[in-house]
């Protein structure tokens, strides 16, 4: 039996950019930080012909080509995976809730296969292959960020160049502003899911049809990853905070559906009672808003009042682990 865990994320700064209808031209930069929520992938042999999969749906089918999920068909297929094969997916957090969880999940399940195989698989090409799979392979409108950080693990500055290549390195910050960071953000859930290649669709759409406007705010937010960079690793925690709030207000002009009346509301709530900064994490939509406060007691009463469910967390700093072989 093989068991991966792989953890989900949430972007620091300059979330967007990795997509290749912007990079491509512009170049892209992200900070990226791994969470202890995860994705756990269990791959065993069965006493059965066929596979049998497991995730919010269960399959089970005797051909790759029977297989409704395309990111198990492809996978299997590709590491030509032997009848008689069992795979778990169990998830800590539900998909479409801004935790990055599809590129989560590909790469967790390419780790899993290829330990299942006994094949080692480097920490770069594990995130470089899971992300080909899905940007290029599947055609999804992904950028890179979520399969890198699922990977390395950590708090991640990373760099994207125009002809796809990723340089990937951590942020440089002390040990005060890390514990700051643990101690100032908080989560809750609006209790909102969505589909995240709608919006990044019609990003993509915008962006190779040289809309003005998109662009400029992806600028714009590529900027402000620098900007973050810097007073994070210069120890600023104040600037952070007040940069998120400036993150959020560009972040949510980018498209339409970016935001809505509700998650408006709440996070006037939250700014009314002590958060100094805050955003949806994700693509936008729904999900989770990440919130900076120096007064976690205010902020988690005036959430919970107004439904929403905190969900505590701290910084990954392993990546994607085997955890059990056997």
Known sequence: MIITRTPLRISIGGGGTDLPSYYEPFGGFVISAAINKYIYITVNRSFREGYFLKYSK??????????????????????EIKSGTEIVSIADVPAGTGMGSSGTFTVGLLHALNAYKRQHISTDELARQANDIEMN???EPCGKQDHYIAAYGGIM???YCSNGEVKISPLNINEATLNGLNEHLMLFFTGYSRTASDLLHVQKS?????????LDNLHY???LGGRIKGVL???????????????????RGRTENMSNERIDTLYQIARDNGAQGGKLVGAGGGGFLLFFTSDRDRLRKAMTDNG????????DFDGSIVQMRN
């Open 233 to 251: 690793e210069s120890g600023d925690l104040n600037g952070f905070a007040d940069l998120m709030h400036e993150h959020w207000q560009h972040k």
């Open 157 to 159: 500055c990373q760099e």
């Open 221 to 223: 937010i590529k900027e």
């Open 308 to 315: 929403l469910q905190e969900m505590d967390f701290a910084f």
């Open 58 to 79: 269960i399959e089970s089918v005797q051909k790759y080509s029977e297989i409704e999920h395309n990111i198990f068909r492809e996978l299997l297929s590709r590491l």
């Open 137 to 139: 392979i599947l055609d």
């Open 206 to 214: 915008r962006s190779e049809s040289g809309d003005a406007t998109v």
